[in-house]
């Protein structure tokens, strides 16, 4: 099951005791559904869950007769599609305008006298969801979108979710193929809507995938830091000991400043060492810097060989 459907699953496990927060639920499942007039009342969903809610709830509010119907779409995951439909046009209109819709209105808004309180707009807003919502797995990326049929539903729907004191969310539109798009990016409003809407358990999954990801990202950069500065310094130690091979084969490392041949064969002789230890090895021992420093004038040295060679080949 994807993330989507086991969000979809915990949704449709929210308690419904109060009378008025099944009506929202339900009106907001039937508000966003495939089709809501009093001709027709129809969900379509690839959740079983929803489905079954969807069908408790007409029976439960209204003991309208509905009809079921599974079909296997073609994709590469098998997904089964639900169709839920109210079959009488009569029980259609008792339902449309039992939640105060007008018959020939031009277009469908959110009656809000069918959302009593808080806990309704959270009910509501569960109800939309569960009948036209989607989120992504957040091991991919964070993604919640409401897929709105129409205009004016998608708008009633943003300035509801604005109004949610609890969550500060801050819902975006666009339209896809025709279809109205509120979708939220933001890791911490996805997760506040979840646990807003009933769905906790989802909600923390999104944050210990969050987590992870920190962590990993964390990890990562601090290996890719050390391995910079491992290669920093495996470059730096061959570069000194090409310089003592150049010395050595000019001029022989005897021939050298007696402070510059013992680190030179120091070095020669302990490439692993850092700069810390060659100084402490050294009589009597010297700082890092002061290396640095002697090996610093062996390789200008060096390149002064090289310069003398190249003049000479010329």
Same mark, same amino acid.
């Given at each position: 099951?994807? *993330?989507?459907?086991?969000?979809?699953?915990?949704?449709?496990?929210?308690?419904?005791?109060?009378?008025?927060?099944?009506? +929202?639920?339900?009106?907001?499942?039937?508000?966003?559904?495939?089709? *809501?007039?009093?001709?027709?009342?129809?969900?379509?969903?690839?959740?079983?869950?929803?489905?079954?809610? *969807?069908?408790? $709830?007409?029976?439960?509010?209204?003991?309208?007769?509905?009809?079921?119907?599974?079909?296997?779409?073609?994709?590469?995951?098998?997904?089964?599609?639900?169709?839920? &439909?109210?079959?009488?046009?009569?029980?259609?209109?008792?339902?449309?305008? @039992?939640?105060? $819709?007008?018959?020939?209105?031009?277009? =469908?808004?959110?009656?809000?006298?069918?959302?009593?309180?808080?806990?309704?707009?959270?009910?509501?807003?569960?109800?939309? *969801?569960?009948?036209?919502?989607?989120?992504?797995?957040?091991?991919?990326?964070? $993604?919640?979108?409401?897929?709105?049929?129409?205009?004016?539903?998608?708008?009633?729907?943003?300035?509801?979710?604005?109004?949610?004191?609890?969550?500060?969310?801050?819902?975006?539109?666009?339209?896809?193929?025709?279809?109205?798009?509120?979708?939220?990016?933001? @890791?911490?409003?996805?997760?506040?809507?979840?646990?807003?809407?009933? +769905?906790?358990?989802?909600?923390?999954?999104?944050?210990?995938? &969050?987590?992870? &990801?920190?962590?990993?990202?964390?990890?990562?950069?601090?290996?890719? @830091?050390?391995?910079?500065?491992?290669?920093?310094? +495996?470059? +730096?130690?061959?570069?000194?000991?090409?310089?003592?091979?150049?010395?050595?084969?000019?001029?022989?490392?005897?021939?050298?400043?007696?402070? =510059?041949?013992?680190?030179?064969?120091?070095?020669?002789?302990?490439?692993?060492?850092?700069?810390?230890?060659?100084?402490?090895?050294?009589?009597?021992?010297?700082?890092?810097?002061?290396?640095? $420093?002697?090996?610093?004038?062996?390789?200008? =040295?060096?390149?002064?060989?090289?310069?003398?060679?190249?003049?000479?080949?010329?």
């Amino acid at each position: 099951m994807s *993330f989507a459907g086991e969000v979809k699953k915990e949704l449709s496990k929210a308690d419904i005791s109060i009378n008025a927060r099944r009506v +929202a639920e339900c009106y907001g499942l039937l508000l966003y559904s495939r089709r *809501f007039s009093k001709e027709e009342i129809k969900l379509k969903t690839e959740s079983m869950c929803v489905a079954e809610r *969807f069908s408790e $709830h007409i029976s439960t509010l209204f003991g309208a007769i509905i009809e079921k119907k599974s079909t296997l779409r073609a994709t590469k995951e098998d997904i089964n599609l639900h169709s839920i &439909k109210v079959l009488l046009q009569s029980d259609c209109q008792r339902i449309f305008t @039992s939640f105060g $819709h007008i018959p020939d209105a031009l277009t =469908l808004r959110v009656n809000r006298a069918n959302i009593e309180d808080e806990q309704c707009v959270s009910a509501f807003l569960r109800g939309a *969801f569960l009948s036209c919502g989607s989120v992504n797995d957040p091991q991919k990326n964070y $993604h919640l979108e409401f897929c709105v049929p129409y205009k004016n539903l998608c708008n009633d729907l943003c300035t509801l979710m604005g109004e949610v004191a609890e969550c500060d969310l801050t819902p975006r539109t666009t339209v896809r193929n025709g279809t109205h798009i509120v979708y939220l990016k933001d @890791s911490e409003q996805i997760t506040d809507l979840l646990t807003y809407m009933g +769905a906790p358990n989802s909600a923390m999954d999104i944050m210990s995938a &969050k987590a992870y &990801k920190q962590m990993r990202n964390i990890t990562n950069r601090r290996i890719n @830091s050390e391995l910079a500065n491992i290669s920093r310094i +495996a470059e +730096a130690g061959a570069k000194i000991l090409s310089a003592i091979d150049v010395i050595e084969a000019d001029r022989g490392l005897s021939a050298l400043p007696e402070n =510059l041949r013992e680190v030179a064969e120091l070095k020669r002789d302990n490439p692993e060492l850092s700069l810390s230890a060659l100084g402490n090895l050294l009589n009597p021992p010297i700082s890092r810097s002061g290396v640095n $420093h002697r090996l610093n004038k062996l390789i200008e =040295l060096a390149d002064e060989i090289k310069q003398e060679a190249g003049i000479k080949n010329e």
